[in-house]
């Protein structure tokens, strides 16, 4: 099985080798850095860590990971995983979101920053608050068990295929979450150590940042809650392509 990793980076050239560099040898193919508008070296810093890099000019997390998965389709992986480009994720912790993957056992597989290590400050308020309540939606709304908006994620890439991504901003990580349960994908939870990010965060290090993410991800609730999705799929079919595919 080949694994695809997709890291947006917008202005991480700091934090960007060090993120590349610490992904588990043997266990990648190919590293994908969608570079996404930055104005600063993170390019130059991926491409001389190895990584291959492509560009997104549109500004947008989304919008980044949209790129990638063009990017994913001329190489066609069997997994794909995101982590995000500023070093708060633990590269090396990679397997624990793979391996059930690849032994069959899941679809998806979100990294929990909850039932993790978490350094402290590295986990702000805002989006502990966030992430609680947005769990709590998706729980009373889906029935699903999530305990976190993990961006350390990894998914099958034809279960991801079928997902039909649409979010070029911040509600890209909770609609993937919501689509996984809308379309009976086996999901499973891996705890994983979170700590300070290089940098200022884009998203919760500002006010305004917090408040449009904040706004995007209950709307984004609100809108699947409300209207249904394409990608409802009974879960004996994915479960027998599911065994297929292990």
Not at 13 to 38: C, F, K, M, Q, Y
Not at 81 to 91: A, C, E, I, K, N
Not at 201 to 213: D, H, N, Q, W
Request: glycine residues 8%.
């Amino acid at each position: 099985m080949t694994t695809l990793v997709i890291i947006p980076a917008f202005n991480e050239a700091d934090a960007i080798g060090h993120v590349v560099g610490d992904l588990p040898a043997g266990r990648v193919d190919e590293v994908v850095v969608v570079n996404n508008a930055s104005t600063d070296a993170t390019e130059c810093n991926a491409r001389a860590a190895g990584a291959t890099v492509v560009r997104e000019p549109e500004p947008g997390y989304g919008a980044a990971c949209l790129r990638g998965l063009e990017y994913a389709a001329s190489v066609s992986p069997d997994i794909i995983v995101f982590l995000d480009g500023d070093y708060s994720d633990h590269p090396d912790e990679l397997p624990r979101l793979v391996d059930p993957i690849r032994c069959g056992e899941a679809d998806f597989v979100v990294g929990s920053r909850i039932q993790g290590d978490a350094e402290p400050g590295a986990l702000l308020p805002q989006a502990r608050i966030g992430n609680r309540l947005a769990c709590r939606l998706m729980r009373w709304i889906w029935g699903a068990q999530y305990t976190d908006l993990g961006p350390f994620r990894a998914i099958r890439y034809d279960a991801l295929q079928r997902l039909n991504m649409q979010d070029r901003t911040f509600g890209w990580t909770i609609e993937m979450q919501i689509k996984a349960v809308e379309a009976g994908l086996r999901i499973q939870e891996a705890p994983v150590s979170y700590r300070k990010r290089v940098g200022v965060s884009k998203i919760t290090g500002t006010v305004s940042g917090t408040v449009r993410a904040s706004a995007k991800i209950l709307w984004t609730i609100a809108r699947y809650a409300v209207f249904e999705t394409p990608v409802r799929k009974s879960a004996s079919s994915i479960q027998a392509e599911s065994a297929e595919f292990a």
